[in-house]
C-alpha cells in the first residue's frame, strides 16, 4: 500500500476503497465519568463468555474482502489476556483474511501495559498501539477519573516506542475546567518528547446520562466552549511545530501514519463491527448491536445475532454522508452532486464568504476546522435537487 501523506487527497481517495473491521470490548476497571460507550466495569469474569460470543458473531458474518485495517477499541482492549487476543485475530484472518500489510490497531491504557504484554501482542500481529494517555497532568487525571498516573503513562509509552510496533499513537483529552493553560501546554510537551507517530486531541463533551452530566447538572463547572477553542488552537500550533499533520479535525500524523480504520470511516469505505454496541456499514446498509452485555451474549448464543437496527444508506443520503464524513478531512472532499448543491444554496454562499469553506480543485475544504459542524449542519439541511 503506497506511503502517502495523510493530508494527501490522494490518500483521502485510496481509503475509500479500504476494507476494514472494528472488534468492540467492554470491559473496563472502571467507567469514566465522561463515557458514553458501550462499556461495563468490574466484570472482568466474564471476559471469556463474551470472547466467545465475539467469536461466534464473527463466525455469523458473510465471507468478504481481505481486511485492509482492523481497530480493536473499547472499553479497555489492553486487560484482555493474550490468549484471547489471540482467538480474535486467528478468528478474523481465518474467516476473512488480512492483506499483507494490514494495519492492526489496539487500543490500550498505561496502567495495563509492560514489556510482555508488548511484546506479546506485537507477535499477534498487532502493528499500531493507541494509549488513553488524556494528560500528563495528575489533577486533571484525577478529574477525568483515570486510573494511570503521568510516570505510568510515560513509563507505558517508552515501552511501545522501543517494542515492534509499527506505530503508536496518544490520545489526549482538553478542556476540563481543572485544566489551565499551562498544564495543557505541557501535556503537549510531554507528549512530543516522546516522539508518539500519531497523535489525538479531543475537546471533554458532556455527554447525557453519564457521571459528568450529573455533576454538571448538579452544579459543577461545566467545559467552556471558548476555552477548548483555545486548547485545540494550542495543540495544531505546537503538534505543528513538531512536525505533525494534522489529516482531520482531531488527527495529527507523521507520514505514513495516519489510522488506516479512521480513514476508511471518513472516506465512506465499508467496514464490519462486531461486539457490544459496535456499528457496521456493509453492502450500503449500517447496523448496529445491542448495547447491553447480557442481551449480546444471549442473543449471539441462541443465533439471532446482536443486530439491533439497520439502516440502508442510498441516493441522496449516502452523498450528503460522503460530504459529512468527508469535510473532516484536512484533504476535504470530492464536490460531486451534493457539493453542487451546497455551494449553490445561500449558507453555501455565506460559509464561502466568510472563508469557512473553500473550493480547493474539485474539493471542498472546511478552511477553519473549528467550525466544520457548522458547515455540517448546513449539508444536513440541503434538499435533493428535482430530476
Not at 95 to 121: I, K, M, R, Y
Not at 123 to 141: E, N, W
Not at 219 to 246: C, F, H, I, K, N
Amino acid at each position: 500500500m503506497a506511503i502517502l501523506p495523510p493530508a494527501h487527497p490522494d490518500t483521502a481517495e485510496l481509503a475509500a476503497g479500504w476494507r476494514s473491521a472494528y472488534v468492540h470490548i467492554p470491559f473496563c476497571a472502571r467507567v469514566c465519568p465522561y463515557c458514553d460507550f458501550a462499556v461495563v466495569g468490574g466484570a472482568d469474569d466474564r471476559m471469556g463468555e463474551y470472547i466467545d460470543a465475539l467469536l461466534a458473531e464473527i463466525a455469523m458474518e458473510p465471507a468478504w474482502h481481505p481486511l485492509d485495517a482492523v481497530f480493536v477499541g473499547g472499553g479497555t482492549p489492553s486487560r484482555i489476556p493474550l490468549e484471547h487476543m489471540a482467538r480474535i485475530v486467528d478468528a478474523l484472518a481465518g474467516h476473512f483474511g488480512l492483506a499483507d500489510d494490514a494495519e492492526v490497531t489496539l487500543e490500550a491504557n498505561p496502567e495495563d501495559w509492560t514489556e510482555q504484554h508488548s511484546d506479546g501482542l506485537a507477535s499477534l500481529g498487532f502493528t499500531r498501539v493507541s494509549f488513553g494517555v488524556q494528560s500528563f497532568d495528575p489533577v486533571v487525571l484525577a478529574s477525568l477519573g483515570r486510573l494511570h498516573s503521568p510516570q505510568q503513562a510515560a513509563e507505558a509509552l517508552g515501552v511501545a516506542v522501543s517494542s515492534r510496533f509499527g506505530s503508536v499513537s496518544v490520545d489526549l483529552i482538553y478542556g476540563h475546567p481543572d485544566e489551565t493553560d499551562d498544564s495543557w501546554l505541557e501535556t503537549l510537551d510531554a507528549t512530543v518528547a516522546f516522539g508518539p507517530d500519531h497523535v489525538s486531541t479531543y475537546s471533554l463533551t458532556v455527554e447525557p446520562g453519564t457521571e459528568l452530566w450529573r455533576q454538571v447538572r448538579s452544579g459543577a463547572p461545566a467545559p467552556d466552549s471558548d476555552v477548548q477553542a483555545d486548547r485545540w488552537e494550542q495543540a495544531a500550533a505546537s503538534l505543528g511545530a513538531a512536525g505533525y499533520t494534522r489529516y482531520e479535525v482531531s488527527n495529527h500524523a507523521q507520514v505514513g501514519h495516519g489510522c488506516r480504520y479512521n480513514l476508511s470511516v471518513w472516506g465512506q469505505g465499508e467496514y464490519l463491527a462486531f461486539g457490544l454496541g459496535a456499528h457496521s456499514y456493509r453492502d450500503g446498509v449500517r447496523s448496529r448491536r445491542v448495547r447491553r452485555l447480557d442481551t449480546y451474549i444471549e442473543r449471539v448464543r441462541s443465533g439471532i445475532g446482536p443486530i439491533q437496527s439497520s439502516d440502508v444508506i442510498g441516493g441522496w443520503d449516502a452523498e450528503l454522508e460522503r460530504l459529512m464524513l468527508g469535510l473532516r478531512r484536512s484533504a476535504g472532499v470530492r464536490g460531486g452532486e451534493g457539493g453542487t448543491a451546497l455551494l449553490d444554496s445561500a449558507d453555501g454562499v455565506r460559509l464561502i464568504d466568510a472563508g469557512v469553506l473553500e473550493v480547493e480543485g474539485d474539493r471542498l475544504v472546511a478552511a477553519k476546522p473549528l467550525l466544520t459542524d457548522e458547515i455540517i449542519r448546513a449539508v444536513l439541511d440541503l434538499e435533493e435537487p428535482a430530476g
